[in-house]
T-cell receptor, first 115, second 115 residues
Framework: KNQVEQSPQSLIILEGKNCTLQ??????????LRWYKQDTGRGPVSLTI?????NTKSNGRYTATLDADTKQSSLHITASQLSDSASYIC??????????????FGRGTQLTVWP | DAGVIQSPRHEVTEMGQEVTLRCKPI?????LFWYRQTMMRGLELLIY????????DSGMPEDRFSAKMPNASFSTLKIQPSEPRDSAVYFC?????????????FGSGTQLSVL
């Protein structure tokens, strides 16, 4: 069964600290993995997209890693800011053609950054 | 560009009433998606269109749900009759084909409450 599991479910950190969110998947075949940030009351916004051959990708203070062998990904946030408080969703695509019709969503990690 | 525009932002209705959600995708995008998000199930794909043609509606819960895309700049999701279990946030998203690197752009969602 194609599944995407994220951990932890929720996380609270102090402003300025680093944190790492985890994503494990069983989706097969694998095409790409995406991380989205969803602010409260808004739609998800894309942070990174990684294909099978990429094992790391950065977007500012966000760095995503991918281990396609173990089917694990992580999202590392450096020097957290209050604006990083959001839900972070891991999404895996299994369709090598038009990828967006076969997306599997994790339930998200709710990150709260305290001052 | 204003991004994906959804209306209304909030909808409160009584069980049995018809509900129509509206979406204007980003100009030039050839894919349009309708998602539903709940705390219990996270984000779920309901249906998606390519060049205004429905491609996969296997996520539509039942016959009470219908979606149309009469032209490239407008889509509707209709629920008739609505039920309390339909209460959720409904997102519209659009994208253009980019061979595996498509980014999904989400609207801000419609918060639907069926009493």
């Amino acid at each position: 069964k194609n599944q995407v599991e994220q951990s932890p479910q929720s996380l609270i950190i102090l402003e300025g600290k680093n944190c790492t969110l985890q994503c494990n998947y069983t989706v097969s075949p694998f095409s790409n993995l995406r991380w989205y940030k969803q602010d409260t009351g808004r739609g998800p916004v894309s942070l990174t997209i990684m294909t099978f051959s990429e094992n790391t990708k950065s977007n500012g203070r966000y760095t995503a890693t991918l281990d396609a062998d173990t089917k694990q990904s992580s999202l590392h946030i450096t020097a957290s800011q209050l604006s990083d408080s959001a839900s972070y969703i891991c999404v895996v695509s299994s369709d090598r053609g038009s990828t967006l019709g076969r997306l599997y969503f994790g339930r998200g990690t709710q990150l709260t950054v305290w001052p | 560009d204003a991004g994906v525009i959804q209306s209304p932002r909030h909808e409160v209705t009584e069980m049995g009433q018809e509900v129509t959600l509206r979406c204007k995708p980003i100009s030039g995008h050839d894919y349009l998606f309708w998602y539903r998000q709940t705390m219990m199930r996270g984000l779920e794909l309901l249906i998606y269109f390519n060049n205004n043609v429905p491609i996969d509606d296997s996520g539509m819960p039942e016959d009470r749900f219908s979606a149309k895309m009469p032209n490239a700049s407008f889509s509707t999701l209709k629920i008739q009759p609505s039920e309390p279990r339909d209460s959720a946030v409904y997102f519209c998203a659009s994208s253009f084909h980019d061979r595996g690197h498509e980014k999904l752009f989400f609207g801000s969602g419609t918060q639907l409450s069926v009493l």
